[in-house]
């Protein structure tokens, strides 16, 4: 019942950025009507990672260590809308970039594993050049 739609990817040179947006529709209370919203990525051949989550119990976020200090997660005001702001971008960078939510309540630990989430978007591609 919710659909997420992503934005954003294209072709960078290394040191360049890119911004992510994903927009979820549907009918969803915007204080309680999700519980984590996060950014999975998949290089080829490896598995999905979590990239950046967002819990909404203790309003924090997570980063995987690879990425901290270069990404930034973040919402509109209406936290509607999930962006992600990716600078000084690397070839390990490079995949398909997928936003999800999950909207049901449960421990804060469930943020962190990609099973545990309800709806995800197609994806978006990132390429990063050397």
């Known amino acids: 019942q919710v659909q997420l739609v992503e934005s954003g990817g294209g072709s960078v040179q290394a040191g360049g950025s890119l911004r992510l947006s994903c927009v979820a529709s549907g009918n969803i209370d915007s204080s309680y009507g999700w519980y984590c919203m996060a950014w999975f990525r998949q290089a080829p051949g490896k598995e999905r990672e979590v990239v950046a989550s967002i819990y909404r119990g203790g309003d924090t976020t997570y980063y995987v260590d690879s990425v901290k200090g270069r990404f930034t997660a973040s919402q509109d005001n209406a936290k509607d809308t999930l962006f992600l702001q990716m600078s000084d971008l690397k070839p390990e960078d490079i995949a398909v970039y997928y936003c999800?939510?999950?909207?049901?309540?449960?421990?804060?630990?469930?943020?962190?594993?990609?099973?545990?989430?309800?709806?995800w978007g197609q994806g978006t591609q990132v390429t990063v050049s050397s």
């Open positions: 999800a939510t999950r909207l049901r309540w449960g421990l804060p630990s469930v943020c962190s594993s990609g099973s545990n989430y309800d709806y």
